[in-house]
């Protein structure tokens, strides 16, 4: 909802992914929306995004068409390390197998706190560069 109230005022946003089972900080990238890998959580807003509001669909790769990708220019943190899986055999009683943050890995402040920098300085640069990112809504359904 706060992604979408940005596009629709034109207000510039910068996102963040889930960080639930990484443990490298240096794999953390900032991409557009649409560009994000090994990340459940902007997949799942992507989808939502394009199903529920009219964003238009990102061809994916190696699909044989070389269309030309249209960015949302939406900046995303994400990292780039696959999720690790916590292994359900091993978990004890008092821990919920229902979000992957309860495992052994959990969420390490060292990692949340790396995507929050790495948020902050795209915000500043956007800032000190005068060059805010403005999010277009070419290609979307008039609601």
């Known amino acids: 909802a706060l992604i979408l109230s940005c596009v629709n005022h034109s ?9 639930a089972g990484r443990m490298d ?10 560009k994000v890998s090994e990340d459940r959580l902007l997949f799942h807003c992507r989808k939502r995004l394009r199903q529920k ?11 044989g068409k070389k269309t030309r990708l249209r960015k949302w220019r939406i900046p995303a943190v994400y990292s780039t390390e696959v999720q ?18 309860d495992g052994f890995l959990g969420t390490g402040v060292f990692v949340t706190g790396s995507y929050g920098f790495v948020a902050a300085t795209k915000i500043i640069e956007m800032i ?12 979307r359904k008039q609601e």
């Open 25 to 34: 900080p240096t794999q953390i990238v900032i991409d557009d929306l649409t």
């Open 84 to 101: 690790q899986k916590m292994d359900t055999t091993k978990a004890d009683e008092s821990s919920s197998s229902f979000r992957a943050c």
């Open 53 to 63: 509001h009219g964003f238009p669909k990102v061809a994916l790769p190696g699909q």
């Open 128 to 139: 000190a560069m005068d060059s805010l990112i403005v999010p277009k809504k070419h290609g």
């Open 11 to 19: 207000i510039p946003i910068v996102t963040c992914g889930g960080a």
